[in-house]
Nanobody, 124 residues
Framework: VQLVESGGGLVQAGGSQRLSCTIS????????MGWFRQAPGKEREFAAA????????DYADSVKGRFTISRDNAKNTVYLQMNSLKSEDTAVYYC??????????????????WGQGTQVTVSS
C-alpha cells in the first residue's frame, strides 16, 4: 500500500495549510485514515483521524478547533486543513491508513500503513 502526501511547506504563524494524501491502487474507502506528526526530538503523535465513510472524526486536543480532516473517496484522497497555525505545529506530518481499525485508535502502533511524511514549518 503506497501513501503519498503533499502540501507541506513554510507558512507564517496564524496562516493556513492543506495537506493531501492519496492511496494508489487500492479501495480507498476500506481504509480508516489518519494524520500524525513528529516534531524534532519528539515522539510521533496522533493529530486526526476519519472513518471510512467520513461520517466520524477524531482530533487530538492540541489541534481541535483548528484542524479539519476530510476525505473524498471518489478521489482516493484524505485532507488535513490546518488553520491558525502555531510555531508548535512545526513537524513532519505523516498520513496513515489501516484496514481493520476503528475511529478512536490513536496509538501509532495500531496503524498499518504510512506515507513518507511532509514537512510543515510554521514561522513566528
Amino acid at each position: 500500500v503506497q501513501l503519498v502526501e503533499s502540501g507541506g511547506g513554510l507558512v507564517q504563524a496564524g496562516g493556513s495549510q492543506r495537506l493531501s494524501c492519496t492511496i494508489s491502487g487500492r479501495t480507498f474507502s476500506r481504509y480508516l485514515m489518519g494524520w500524525f506528526r513528529q516534531a524534532p526530538g519528539k515522539e510521533r503523535e496522533f493529530a486526526a483521524a476519519i472513518s471510512r465513510s467520513g461520517s466520524m472524526t477524531d482530533y487530538a486536543d492540541s489541534v481541535k478547533g483548528r484542524f479539519t480532516i476530510s476525505r473524498d473517496n471518489a478521489k482516493n484522497t484524505v485532507y488535513l486543513q490546518m488553520n491558525s497555525l502555531k510555531s508548535e505545529d512545526t513537524a513532519v506530518y505523516y498520513c496513515a491508513a489501516d484496514l481493520s481499525g476503528n475511529i478512536g485508535q490513536r496509538s501509532r502502533y495500531a496503524w498499518a500503513y504510512w506515507g513518507q511524511g511532509t514537512q510543515v514549518t510554521v514561522s513566528s
